[in-house]
Structure formats: C-alpha cells, structure tokens
C-alpha cells in the first residue's frame, strides 16, 4: 500500500469515527432544509408528497426543530394542528412557524412566496427546472449563473465563463449532486450534464460554509432530476437555426489587403452555426415509496462553418449523452444514491484550403484536412444519508470522473509527418507558412489520450445538540491528468530565409550575399502522469445566542500537494487554517427580514497543469545550414541540407527538474479573504429587496518567475563565479513581492543547496488584487400571473493581477500568467483589471398573457471594461534576458507609441470599451387542445446590438518592428449578433 493510500484510509477513519462518536440543519451540497418554531415537546412530521419519505420528530425544549439533509421537492409539514404545503430547494433552509398566533399569517405565505432563508450566512440563488425551460438564457450552467448579482461574463477567448466577485473564470467550483467536477487541470472546463436532467442549479455567489473550498470565486451547485412515484416523461426538441441568426460582424484591418480585398482583423460575416438537441428522459418508482429511476438520453446535431481568410472549417457534433439516477429509500431515515452520466463528445472537423490568390470567399475550398475531437467521459456518484437519531444525521458520498482531453483521431494526423516549414523575408520582416501545417505538435504515438480523472470522497454529519448546529466532516480527491509529450509534425521545423544581396554572419560565420540558408528546430517533451492531492477538514457551529441571533462559527483544514510525473512532491502546503465567521438576525422573529454578516479566508489549490508545465521538461536544438535553394514541392522543405554554420544550439533540459527547485520552499497557496454585510426582507406579500456590501482580497497570490539574470546577479554577489543559470528549472513558482527559497546549484558543481534570493533582487511587487461592491436585489414571487426578479451592482476590481488566468493571453496555464514572469511584466500594472465592470443591472421575470400564452424576458445593462496596451518585452538585443523572453507574446504594459518608442503605460490608461445593452425575450404557448404540450420561441440580442466589447490592445506590431501595430484599438470583438430558439417539449 502507498504512503498516500495510508493517508487517505487514516483520514478517512479518523472522520468515519468522528461521526459515529459525536451525535445542524444546514442543507449541504445536494439537500436542502426546514426549520422552524412550534410548541414545545408537540410532535412535528414531514412528509414527500412525491416520494412518500416521512420523517417525525420532537420540538426541543427551546421551542424549535429542524428536518435537516431532505431530498428536494415538495412536502407536506403538519404540526400543532396545522399542515402546510412547501417546497424545499437545494442548498437552502425553508424556515415555518407553527405556533398559533402565527397560523393565519402562515397560510397566507407558505403558498405564495419563499421565505428567507435565515439559518444560512451565505449568499445564494437558487434556479428551478421550470425556470431554467421558460427564461431566455442559454442552455449551460454558466449561462444561468450570470443572472445572478455579482456575476460577469468573462473574456470570450475562453467561452462561456463567468466571473464572480472580481475573481477571474478559472476560480470557480463545479458540483454535480454533491460530487466536485471542476476540470482541476485548468479550473476552466467542467464536466456537464445534460442541461434537460437538471432539477436545479445553485449559484453561490460568496460566504460559503466550511465544508466548501477550493474556490475564490462562485460556486455552481446542480441537483439533477429523480424519479417519483408518479411515473413521467418528458421530451423536448431545441433547434437554434443558422437561417434566423444574424450575421457577425467583420473589422476591416488597418494593415493592408488580401489580394484585391480588404484584409479583416475578424471576419465572422460568412460564419454559420446550427444546433438541435433531442431529448427524452422520465422516471418513476420500481417499487413505491422505496425505489425510483430517472434517465434521459440527449441526442444532437451542432454543426458549423468558419471562414477565416484563405481556408475555413467545418463541424459537426451528434453525439448522444446518458444520465441515470437511482434513488433507494431503504427506510425512511436511509438513503443511498447512485448517479451515472455519460457527456462524451466526438465532434468531426473538414479542414478546407482555398485556391491560390483566393481570399474570403465565404464558401470550402479544397479539403484538406478530416479528424475527429474526442472530448467528455463519464461521472458516477454515490451517496448514502443516515439520520441515525432525530439529531444526528451522517452522509458519505464517493464520486468518480473519467474524462478525456481534446484527443483527436486518426492519432497522427495524414500529414503530420511533414516537418513544419515557413519562410522569413528578410527584407520585411514577413513570415509566411508553407508546406503543410497540418498540425503543429504531433503527440506521442506510444502514449494513450490525454486524459483526467477525478476520484474523491467526502463524509460528513451533522448534529444538533441544545443550541447548536455541529456540522464536520472530511474530503480527500486526487486528480490525475495524463499528457502526452510532443514534438514537431515531421519531427523539424524549418525556417528558410529569403537570399539578401549582401555578405551576412549566421551563428558566428561568414556567408556569401545571396546564400541560401535554413534554420533546422527540433522540439522534444516526455508523456506522464501528474497528480494533485487535495484533503480537508471541516468543522462548523451554528449558535443560537437568542430565538432570533445566530452566530456562525467554522474552521477548515486544507492540504494540497502536487506531484511530478516521478511521483515527487515539488509542492505539498499542508495545515492551512481557513476560518469562517458570520451572524443572522432574524429582525422580525419571523423571517420576514434578516441582517447577516459573513467573514471567510479562502484557498485554491494549483492547478494540475502547473504540474506539467513546471516539473516537466522540453529540450530544443537550433541548428543553421546552408543549402542549394531547392525544395521539396510537397512539404516545401530543403531537399538536402549543406554546410551547417556553426555549433549546435540547445536550450531547456532533457531531464526533469529536480522537485526543490521548481516552487519556492516556504510556497504559500493562492488565498483570499471576504467580508459580506447584508440585509434582506420582505417589502410586501409579494416583494422581497436585499442589499449587501461585498470585501473580497487576495492575501497571498501564486504565480511563476521565468528571468535568469537576477539569479546571476544573485550568485555574483555571494561570490560564486561558476554559477550557470540553465541549471535553473525553466521557471520557478513562488509568492510574488516575497523573498524566495529554493534550491541551486549556485557553486556550479552539480550540488544543490538551499539559498534565500532576496526579492530585492528579482523586484517584484507583492500579488495584489481586491474587489468592492454594493448589491441591491429584488424579486416579486409569481402572483397575479407575473414575476420579477433582478439586481444592481456598483463594482470596482483593481489590482496588478486578474488572478489564475489573464484575459489579455486568453492561455489555459492557471497561475502560470506571464504577470510575473520578470519584473518588466509587473510594470504599471496597479490599476482596474479585465473584470471590473463597474456597473452591471439585470432584470429577469415572466407575465401568463393568456392561460395558454406566456411571455419572459431578460435584460442586461452593463459598463465597459478596461483598455490597456500590451507590447514586447523591452529588453535590447544584447541583454541576457532578450533571449529567454524573445518567444513572449506581447503582454508587458512598455508600447509603442504613434512615433513608434517604447513607453510605459499603465493598465487601463485608454479608457473603457462602451456600455452594453441586451434584450433576450421568449414566447412560451401551452395549447388547452394538447396537454403536456409546449411550444417556445426564444430571441437573443432581440434589437442586434452591436457595441464593441473587445478593443485591439496589441500596442507593438512585432518584437522587431519599430513601429505602432496599426490595429491598435481597433475593433476587435462585439455582442453577439441576433439568434432564435426554437423549442417544442412534451410532457406524459
């Protein structure tokens, strides 16, 4: 047995008998809730009016009770001569009254509106199945969390992500009933169920329990349809037509023309999307009262077409997803779960080229390219609740996530055996690619798809003793990431350099004017496994210091360790203490208004590809020849190299680093601390209005440093003078604004020792990035026929870090941002990040026109985010650093201005990108002549707006180039243009 499997089993029996030897009513990550006041020592029931699950129980000797870890649905409470119909929602207490000189009020209420909740600190919105079928919104979790307060829609190089409370998109967590599916490679990519198996959804949008972790931005919480004891189907049909979606919009560039066109910066005017999704699931009871199933299987047809501007793409995706859900009510105080869900996705690409001097042509060329994308897996979850006594309730749930990475078949490509050629004219400085392209990095062939698993547990209970809610428990994941190395298609790259009619020098010697000569590049990285092991404890107390005032009180104990591909630790924080503290005051007495205050420290763990980027290797040689000028007509490589022009060049390694010196050894996680003030209460019978004050601050920020001359430096000055920087590992993770640990061969005789750089050295500012905001909420419950529900956010995210990733390089390398890559890149950083959006309003709701006819709309008005300009690296050619940032995309704040200097500007110097306005509407038609039937029309973008979300910040036109790229703040990206949903479901 492994050290880590030791661990995992001594944890995890360590809280198996934590709970069993200590006998809350908060509802956890699947569940939700009721509790309330009745008379003392009267008998209180519940019971499911779709399931039949009864529960009965005592009211203590303070007047209270709570039925805590209750399936969501419908029940039915009876008590003290009373019965009230109501609903319990995922996440959410559902708080009643039962003593007489309350009933009449009661009966009023409890059919009409949800209460507030005021046994929770946290801030939630909770969406229902019906609203997820009826509002204009599209079908993807993250699409529905953007109606709540405090949500953003991220930068569209990485899709559909929101940004929560200033946090950037890769800080969110993703649950599926209760089981963590965040893609922890990336923290960009979630595993997805079908969007018609969702019963509800869940946006925590910050104060999150103790028993929550590993997220600095929001939580989204799913709980999937389940079956009842009334057997019912559902089918649905969604088509979104090419024919009724508006044409994007095209930048004409300022650079120049393609032939005798206008050369687009985006052209979109010629693309085209289509997309039908098919669905039938339904459920019911095996055996009444006891045993249900529900399943839904998904069909689809996405398919579409890309122009770009000599060759396009086209892309069709049908393939089918699966979702099973087994609910067993041994009894009705035990309850095993068991879900299964299959999302995987094969989506076949036609790569096409246009003949020659063709350009824009918005129709396929000549098809050059077929493969297939594999993406997606499969997730299965179990779960069993025991309420062992009235007030001591356990839980266990064990949850499995297979899912592969974007591999592509046939596995290689036709044509990845042809080496990558282009052509550099060294008189403009142009880089033209020929020959075949296919694919630039060709997988290891002896290694099988990437891939990433996740395997995790989580116990917990819950016990209720006098005036206090005990909630603890424990969580262990691991999560493995399989990647293969790569290496160039054809195994070489080449750049042939156009003949100049001069003498020239290649590499140190001499060549003749009109020589022709090539650079040969081989490019090599290792396959390998990468795991990151994630452990927690947690313990909560909710207080009642009073009827109406609850103290919240909770600690959590997060570990997180990444491995290399050896199976070596190169980052392991153990013990990091995450309080949580909070009050809510039910004003009234009767939950009709609640003040609330929450304070919280945060962690995130790195993510997985840290693993790979930082303990992997990759090993370059450069090499340069002479040759004769001919060249193969197929792949346009040199025939036969000549004479090679001096010495072979090699950078980065063959081997792995050694583990101490890729992070800092005192390396703090990413944390962030929170503050949220609130109040909430009922205006009227219908109304309810909030308003809250949101702190959010990043304490301790993770990233990389990739400079070599500060360590000379370094080394210089501790009187080594055979210290040799590629020794260093490629770049280093550590804590920005710190002074920095690690190990190195600073005598240069191959021995390691541990050193203390100080930060004065490599001159970075601390990690700095905080978030202030004022919400103000309402929502009127659906009465008369209508509903209404919106928010408006006063918001200001500022620092010199977005956080895990950065808008500007839309890259998928979490913590690996170039921020901090050297002190250059930190430069005039302070300022408003990509997004602060400082003024954001929604409105959402529903009006019944008819008894058949319903209509719903959704509206969003919203400021512009920042402008910056982003440039090279301002290092001459003749400085040491020159070379390791050379390959730098340009993401310093140091642009070119109009007369083409280098200048430092500061982060959002050129203003804002203008305010937004969007109208989404749908028409929902339920014939009396058809029952179960529904037919929808849904418009998004209803007036076609068109603003500019996205400016050209690209300040430097190339690395060499002395002049101001010509698209600098050009349009760059706009809304999204006009598009119709058609729906048709059917219920039985």
């Known amino acids: 047995m492994t050290s880590t499997q030791q661990h995992t089993l001594k944890y995890a029996a360590l809280a198996v008998w934590i709970a069993l030897s200590i006998p809350q009513a908060k509802a956890d990550l699947s569940v939700g809730s009721v509790y309330g006041q009745a008379p003392t020592g009267s008998s209180i029931s519940i019971k499911n009016l779709d399931t039949g699950l009864k529960r009965e129980l005592t009211v203590d000797a303070k007047g209270r009770f709570v039925f805590s870890q209750l399936p969501t649905g419908r029940y039915q409470l009876s008590g003290n001569g009373q019965t009230l119909d109501l609903s319990v929602v995922i996440g959410t207490g559902t708080p009643v009254n ?37 509002l204009p919104i599209g079908r993807d979790v993250s699409d529905v969390a953007l109606l709540a307060p405090g949500t953003v829609r991220g930068d569209s190089g990485f899709g559909k992500l929101a940004s929560f409370g200033g946090a950037s998109v890769a800080e969110n967590g993703y649950y599926i009933n209760g089981f963590d599916v965040t893609n922890a490679r990336t923290f960009l990519t979630y595993a997805r169920v079908p969007f018609d198996a969702i019963g509800e959804q869940e946006v925590k949008t910050g104060g999150f329990g103790a028993e929550y972790g590993r997220a600095l931005g929001g939580v989204i919480n799913i709980a999937t349809k389940k079956g009842t004891n009334e057997w019912q189907f559902d089918s649905s049909a969604v088509w979104t037509p090419s024919t009724l979606t508006a044409s994007g919009k095209d930048v004409v560039s300022r650079s120049g ?36 199933v529900y399943a839904l299987v998904e069909g689809k047809r996405d398919s579409s077409d890309v122009y770009s501007v000599d060759r396009s793409t086209a892309t069709e995706n049908s393939s089918p997803n699966y979702l099973a859900k087994f609910d067993w009510y041994i009894t009705d105080n035990h309850i095993l779960e068991l879900t299964g869900i299959s999302n995987k996705e094969e989506t076949d690409y036609e790569l096409y080229l246009n003949p020659d001097d063709q350009y824009y042509t918005g129709h396929h060329g000549t098809p050059r390219t077929q493969y297939t994308q594999h993406d997606g897996g499969t997730i299965y979850i179990a779960k069993y609740t025991g309420h062992l006594s009235e007030n001591f309730t356990v839980s266990a749930l064990y949850g499995k996530l297979d899912q592969d990475s974007a591999y592509i078949t046939p596995d290689p490509l036709p044509g990845d055996e042809c080496p990558l050629v282009d052509v550099y004219d060294q008189d403009t400085d142009d880089v033209i690619d020929v020959g075949c392209w296919n694919n630039i990095n060709v997988r290891s062939l002896d290694f099988g798809p990437d891939n990433d698993q996740r395997e995790a547990i989580r116990l917990s209970a819950e016990w209720r003793l006098d005036n206090h809610t005990l909630r603890f428990g424990f969580d262990d994941e691991t999560f493995t990431s399989r990647i293969a190395g790569a290496e160039y298609s054809g195994g070489v790259f080449y750049r042939r350099y156009t003949p100049v009619d001069f003498d020239d020098s290649w590499n140190g010697e001499d060549v003749a004017a009109g020589a022709h000569v090539v650079r040969k590049r081989t490019r090599t990285s290792p396959s390998g496994n990468y795991e990151v092991q994630n452990r927690a404890f947690y313990i909560e107390d909710s207080f009642y210091l009073t009827d109406d005032l609850m103290l919240y009180a909770g600690l959590r104990n997060e570990s997180f360790d990444n491995l290399n591909a050896d199976g070596e630790s190169f980052v392991d924080a153990s013990d990091m203490l995450a309080p949580r503290l909070g009050f809510v005051w039910d004003v009234n007495g009767d939950a009709s208004a609640k003040l609330y205050a929450n304070a919280g420290r945060y962690y995130i763990p790195i993510a997985a590809n840290t693993n790979v980027r930082a303990s992997n290797w990759q090993y370059v040689t450069t090499e340069y020849y002479l040759y004769d000028g001919q060249v193969d007509p197929l792949t346009q490589a040199p025939l036969q190299l000549g004479q090679q022009l001096g010495d072979t060049l090699t950078s980065g390694r063959n081997i792995s680093p050694d583990p101490a010196t890729v992070a800092s050894a005192d390396l703090e ?45 370094f080394a210089a000055d501790q009187g080594y003078d055979d210290f040799d920087p590629d020794t260093l590992a490629t770049c280093i993770i550590l804590n920005p604004g710190r002074d920095l640990q690690m190990d190195m061969d600073v005598a240069g005789d191959g021995n390691l020792q541990r050193v203390t750089v100080p930060n004065s050295y490599l001159q970075l500012d601390e990690y700095k990035r905080s978030y202030k905001a004022l919400e103000l909420s309402f929502e009127r419950s659906k009465t008369d026929g209508w509903y209404l529900q919106g928010s408006y956010v006063l918001a200001k995210s500022s620092g010199n870090s977005e956080g895990l990733v950065n808008s500007w390089l839309e890259s998928e390398s979490p913590g690996l941002t170039n921020d901090f890559d050297h002190k250059v890149y930190v430069d005039g950083t302070d300022g408003d990040l990509s997004n602060d959006r400082r003024h954001t309003f929604k409105v959402f709701g529903g009006y019944d026109l008819t008894d058949e006819l319903e209509v719903n709309a959704n509206l969003l008005v919203q400021s512009g985010r920042p402008v910056s300009c982003f440039g090279y690296a301002p290092f001459p050619v003749d400085d040491p650093e020159y070379e390791v940032f050379e390959r730098y995309a340009a993401s310093t704040l140091y642009c070119r201005n109009a007369e083409g200097e280098q200048v430092l500007t500061h982060r959002g110097q050129f203003g804002r990108t203008p305010w937004t306005y969007t109208v989404d509407l749908g028409l929902s038609y339920r014939p009396e002549w058809a029952k179960g039937l529904t037919l929808q029309a849904s418009v998004f973008n209803l007036l076609n707006s068109s603003q500019v979300t996205e400016y050209d910040e690209k300040g430097d036109l190339t690395l060499e180039d002395s002049g101001q790229n010509p698209n600098f703040l050009n349009d760059l990206n706009y809304q999204s243009p006009r598009s119709v949903r058609l729906t048709a479901r059917y219920s039985f």
Do not use: H
Request: aromatic residues 8%; contains cysteine.
């Open 669 to 713: 996680p990413m944390l962030q601390d929170e503050l949220i003030i609130g109040y909430q209460r009922e205006l009227t019978d219908q109304w309810t209005g909030g308003v809250s004050l949101i702190l959010r601050e990043v304490k301790n920020g993770v990233d990389d440093y990739c400079g070599r001359q500060a360590f000379v430096d």
């Open 257 to 292: 023309t393609a032939g005798a066109r206008d050369y687009y910066s985006a052209y979109r005017s010629a693309d085209e999307s289509e997309q039908l999704s098919v669905s039938v699931g339904g459920g019911g009871a095996l055996i009444e009262d006891k045993l249900f």
């Open 98 to 134: 039962l003593n007489q000189d309350n009933a009449e009020r009661i009966a009023v209420f409890g059919s009409r509106i949800n209460r507030i909740d005021t046994s929770s600190v946290e801030a939630s919105t909770v969406f229902s199945a019906e609203q997820l079928a009826n």
